[in-house]
Nanobody, 117 residues
Framework: QVQLVESGGGLVQAGGSLRLSCAASGRTFSTYAMGWFRQAPGKEREFVAAINWSGGSTYYANSVKGRFTISRDNAKNTVYLQMNSLKPEDTAVYYC??????????WGQGTQVTVSS
């Protein structure tokens, strides 16, 4: 099992930037993919971005492509989500998740991102 702790959320004006971090412990971090998801009030949790074990492949939801960047530092057991040009519709609780066995089964507690217009 992997323990995940997100940080970096907060309140930002539209057009601003935030960088989320997710620190992992419990299993060899460099052997599994990581993802970011978000859940807005009254909505289902949705995929935001993912990165493979080495960082060589990344994937994004169409809604964030070109604005968000996922990266990882395997030496620090940390995955990041750089969010630029934020919009009010990006407001949500953001979760990181680990795909240790091929599916996203381990989750952090989430961090709130609020974008004001």
């Amino acid at each position: 099992q992997v323990q995940l702790v997100e940080s970096g959320g907060g309140l930002v004006q539209a057009g601003g930037s935030l960088r989320l971090s997710c620190a992992a412990s419990g299993r060899t971090f460099s052997t599994y993919a990581m993802g970011w998801f978000r859940q807005a009030p009254g909505k289902e949790r949705e995929f935001v971005a993912a990165i493979n074990w080495s960082g060589g492949s990344t994937y994004y939801a169409n809604s964030v492509k070109g604005r968000f960047t996922i990266s990882r530092d395997n030496a620090k057991n940390t995955v990041y989500l750089q969010m630029n040009s934020l919009k009010p519709e990006d407001t949500a609780v953001y979760y990181c998740s680990a795909a240790v066995h091929g599916s996203y089964d381990d989750w952090g507690q989430g961090t709130q991102v609020t974008v004001s217009s």
